[in-house]
């Protein structure tokens, strides 16, 4: 006869372990849910594991980050101690990407991460990363060996499906760095469809791998290696996938360092590979590198005024915003520029135009198109009453007139600035700042100028920038920008940036 007792203990204990997961769903969808605050809507969750790896991971993270960041579909996040990372730490995430090849993690965030794959979310594994955790461990430049290495982690093994073996033939490795071709083996996969097949990495060519049994490594693309330089003289992988679970695997073995990221053999499929990995499809265009229409073009003008040569710094490192350089206004306004250009970035002091050039400028300013005057152009075009008066509501007087003394300047000042209480785009991640500056004082100033800066120096007028009342273009004057302290700026910088987009009619992200 049953023993009826046992039954119902062991039924409450069945009905404690089934309470028992359940209270860990909760508690992940629970953390999942309180992060998602934090996350850009829509954009696609990357943890990046990193902070180990016997290549230079503090550049290769970095990139990766960047590049992911600027295609618009990706919000990142770094984390460069993965051990103790739990099922409610990677809860919020869709993505991992492992930039790692290290110490393994431990227990607890190695089920994490097994778990987090094999329930249907995403993992990347780049370069080294396939032979990371355990005795196939390759120890860093400088490093002293002890002689004793961890077990290997046999799930990172089963999730990859492929792994580095230097104890048994043939053995994996690699010969020296070199430039090949990738070949598309399935170019109708998402992560391939639509790429032309001109795809060049040069980087370390990772060769004879072993495959973990039972694990179906698809092959997406190959490459030849070349023998001249110790390859192998077969086609060897390059790009694979893998499933795990219900989780998909893209896996690379290209990426050991900054060169070798920035070729669009790396990029491109990274990038692409990653959104797959993510959700099983690929909305990033073919050249893979960015959702964002097209970049604000700008015409920067200098001249008349000697400057740091720092200001062009300013304009680089932004993939919405591409620039031209004028010497001279001159130059600049020789011929009609509206089909060319979206902004004017002036930081010239030309007192006079001609007729022709001034008909130029005019047309452009009327036509709707944007313009930023940055901080010594304010003295341009003196005696142009519409230009100073209506277009860029202020102006710096360079010689006394009826009655009023000219404008003055101060080099070197300390200049502590605060945003007005208004909030506007162009203040987006600005915030105050404290730099040594040229501070300027006696100007004219509109009344209906709208002030986005201010400083309390007492060798300035107070405020720094404002937005014209132009009604029929978007024209923003900076006064900050002598030298190359305020150029080297962060809040400077993405001042001027921010400037640069709203005025080319792209406001500026909100605030958060």
Known sequence: MP??????????RRLSRAAAALSVLVLCLNAADSRSYYF??????????????????????TYMRSALEKTGRFDVRVEEEPEGLSEASLAPYDVLVVDYCGPRWGDVTEKAVASFVRSGKGLVAIHAASYTFGDQVILAPGSVPTGAFEPVWPEWRRMLGVYWDRDHDPRTGHASRYTFRLKFADPGHPILKGLDEDLYATDEFYTKFHYEPGVNVHVIATAWDDPQYGGTGKDEPVLMTTEYGRGRIFQTILGHDLTGLMERGFAIPFLRGTEWAATGKVTLPAPGTALQAKPTRVLTVTGGHGFSTSFYSVFEGYDDVVWDHATSAASAFQSDIREKYDVLALYDLTPELSEEGKQHLREFVESGKGVVVIHHAIADY????WWWQEVVGGRYLLKPENGIPASTYKEGEDLIVRPTAERHPILTGVGPMHLKDEAYKGMWISKEAKVLLTTTNPNSDGPVAWVSPYPKSRVVYIQLGHGSEAHRYPAYRQLVRNAILWSGGRQAAPER
């Open 382 to 385: 003196n005696s142009w009453t």
């Open 3 to 12: 023993n009826m007792k046992l039954e119902a203990a062991a039924r409450v």
């Open 40 to 61: 850009r809507k829509d954009a696609i969750r990357v943890l990046i594991l990193s902070g180990r790896n016997n290549h230079e991971w503090r550049l290769g993270t």
